[in-house]
T-cell receptor
Framework: KAGVTQTPRYLIKTRGQQVTLSCSPI?????VSWYQQTPGQGLQFLFE???????NKGNFPGRFSGRQFSNSRSEMNVSTLELGDSALYLC?????????????FGNGTRLTVT | GESVGLHLPTLSVQEGDNSIINCAYSNSASDYFIWYKQESGKGPQFIID?????DKRQGQRVTVLLNKTVKHLSLQIAATQPGDSAVYFCAENQMDGGATNKLIFGTGTLLAVQP
C-alpha cells in the first residue's frame, strides 16, 4: 500500500507570495493532519481534517489555511509568506481519530522563503 | 539530507547494546502516546503506541514504558543496529474521547549507533 504522498518535495518562494502544498493520504484513510517542523520550534500541529471538516486547528495565524476534498486528499495554503515560514511541512493520515489509529507521515515539503 | 534539530540531546550506543530513550510529557490529561523515528530527509515513522491504561507495551525489538505518576515515557530498543540511527520523538495526545489526532511532540533525541 502506498504511503502518504506530498507534493512538491521542495519549494522556494519569496516573501509576500503564497503557496499551496498537496497531500494524498494512504488509501482508505479519512483523517489528514498537517504539522510544521523547524529546528527551533520542533514539530507543531497546524490542523486536522476528517471527512472534509476541520476538526482542530493549532496556534498559527490566519495566513495558514487548509482543506480536505471528498477523496480525502488535502491541501494547505500559506498566504503572504514570511521568512519565518521556512520549514518542513508534514502531512499525516490515519484511518480515523482514536486509539489504535496512529498518524502515518509523508516525507514532507521543504519550503524555503527568501 | 536535511538536518532535523541541530541541538538535540544525543544518545550514543554501541551496535548490539540496548538503548533507552526517555521522554517527559507535559499534560497529565494525555491518554495516548506514540513514539516516532525520523531519519534524515524523511518524515516521522510510527514505531509503537500505548494508551494510558497500560504501563508497558512490546513490539518487535522495542518496548515502551509509561509512568503516569511522574509523566514519563521511555522507549527501549533491544540489540541496537546501525539502521536504528535517527531522531526519536515521543508524542502525546489528549484524546478526549477519541475526538482528535492532535499530537504534541517532544523535542526529540538523536540516537547514534556506533559500529
Amino acid at each position: 500500500k502506498a504511503g502518504v504522498t506530498q507534493t512538491p518535495r521542495y519549494l522556494i518562494k519569496t516573501r509576500g507570495q503564497q503557496v499551496t502544498l498537496s497531500c494524498s493520504p494512504i488509501s482508505g484513510h479519512r483523517s489528514v493532519s498537517w504539522y510544521q517542523q523547524t529546528p527551533g520550534q520542533g514539530l507543531q500541529f497546524l490542523f486536522e481534517y476528517f471527512s472534509e471538516t476541520q476538526r482542530n486547528k493549532g496556534n498559527f495565524p490566519g495566513r495558514f489555511s487548509g482543506r480536505q476534498f471528498s477523496n480525502s486528499r488535502s491541501e494547505m495554503n500559506v498566504s503572504t509568506l514570511e521568512l519565518g515560514d521556512s520549514a518542513l511541512y508534514l502531512c499525516a493520515s490515519s484511518l480515523a481519530t482514536g486509539y489504535n489509529s496512529p498518524l502515518h507521515f509523508g516525507n514532507g515539503t521543504r519550503l524555503t522563503v527568501t | 539530507g536535511e538536518s532535523v534539530g541541530l541541538h538535540l540531546p544525543t544518545l550514543s550506543v554501541q551496535e548490539g547494546d540496548n538503548s533507552i530513550i526517555n521522554c517527559a510529557y507535559s499534560n497529565s490529561a494525555s491518554d495516548y502516546f506514540i513514539w516516532y523515528k525520523q531519519e534524515s530527509g524523511k518524515g516521522p515513522q510510527f514505531i509503537i503506541d500505548i494508551r494510558s491504561n497500560m504501563d508497558k507495551r512490546q513490539g518487535q525489538r522495542v518496548t515502551v514504558l509509561l509512568n503516569k505518576t511522574v509523566k514519563h515515557l521511555s522507549l527501549q530498543i533491544a540489540a541496537t543496529q546501525p539502521g536504528d540511527s535517527a531522531v526519536y520523538f515521543c508524542a502525546e495526545n489528549q484524546m478526549d474521547g477519541g475526538a482528535t489526532n492532535k499530537l504534541i511532540f517532544g523535542t526529540g533525541t538523536l540516537l547514534a549507533v556506533q559500529p
